[in-house]
């Protein structure tokens, strides 16, 4: 089955700077990639997601891109602002409705 | 947007008992409804995929008889934590998948065995 490695687990920065956060998946099926920001006891909140049929997305600060061949893709945070703060989880699905297979998560600490 | 409602929000039971969850399509038919189970300072775990009108696939390492799914109708799967124990606590959610490519989840329930 589907395996979704993600990575840091933490990540400090400093208000305005960017934060990266990788994932890695494993199951070449996979065609849908979402990201999602959680806060405590909340439902996950999906930020930006990408299909396999495009290499880059982009939402003012947020941006995903996509590398099929290398199966990992990247969200990427530009303009940091602390209300940024929060734990960040990519996941990855195949077609036909199957369940998202989430990475371990990235806590992401913005300073001011 | 596609909305599902979850409850209850927040549970707590005695050891031993069973608690049941709901999940509900409110605007949206899930033939397929997801279970996630999420310890402290965790990732979200896949416990099982419901389909409506036949047995939930459980995934590896999860007790079938323990975590009952029952998918009855397109808007509704229900989760019973049965025997409910201590290390069963932990923040419960499901998920279905819409008519886009987009997932729903419910808003979760914390389960609080002592």
């Known amino acids: 089955g589907e395996n979704v490695e993600q990575h840091p687990s933490t990540l400090s920065v400093q208000e305005g700077d960017s934060a990266v956060i990788k994932c890695t998946y494993s199951?070449?099926?996979?065609?849908?990639f979402p990201w999602y920001k959680q806060e405590l006891g909340k439902r996950p909140q999906l930020i930006i997601d990408?299909?396999?049929?495009?290499g880059e997305k982009k939402d003012q600060r947020i941006a995903v891109t996509l590398n099929k061949t290398a199966k990992h893709f990247s969200l990427h945070i530009t303009e940091t602002q602390p209300e940024d703060s929060a734990v960040y989880f990519c996941?990855?699905?195949?077609?036909?409705?199957?369940?998202?297979?989430f990475g371990k998560g990235t806590t992401l600490s913005v300073s001011s | 947007g596609a909305v599902v409602s979850q409850h209850p929000s927040r549970v707590i039971c005695k050891s031993g008992t069973s608690v049941k969850i709901e999940c509900r399509s409110l605007?949206?038919?899930?033939?397929?409804m997801f279970w996630y189970r999420q310890f402290p300072k965790q990732s979200l775990m896949l416990m099982a995929t419901?389909?409506?009108?036949?047995?939930?696939?459980?995934e590896q390492g999860v007790e079938k008889d323990k975590f009952l799914i029952n998918h009855a109708s397109l808007t509704l799967s229900t989760l019973t934590v049965t025997s409910a124990h201590p290390e069963d606590s932990s923040f419960y959610i499901c998920?279905?998948?819409?008519?886009?490519?987009?997932?729903?989840f419910g808003s979760g329930t914390r389960l609080t065995v002592v």
């Open positions: 998920s279905a998948r819409g008519q886009d490519w987009g997932y729903t």
């Open positions: 199951d070449s099926a996979s065609n849908y």
């Open positions: 990408i299909r396999s049929n495009v």
């Open positions: 996941a990855a699905s195949r077609p036909a409705g199957t369940a998202l297979i």
């Open positions: 605007d949206f038919q899930a033939t397929t």
């Open positions: 419901s389909n409506e009108g036949s047995k939930a696939t459980y």
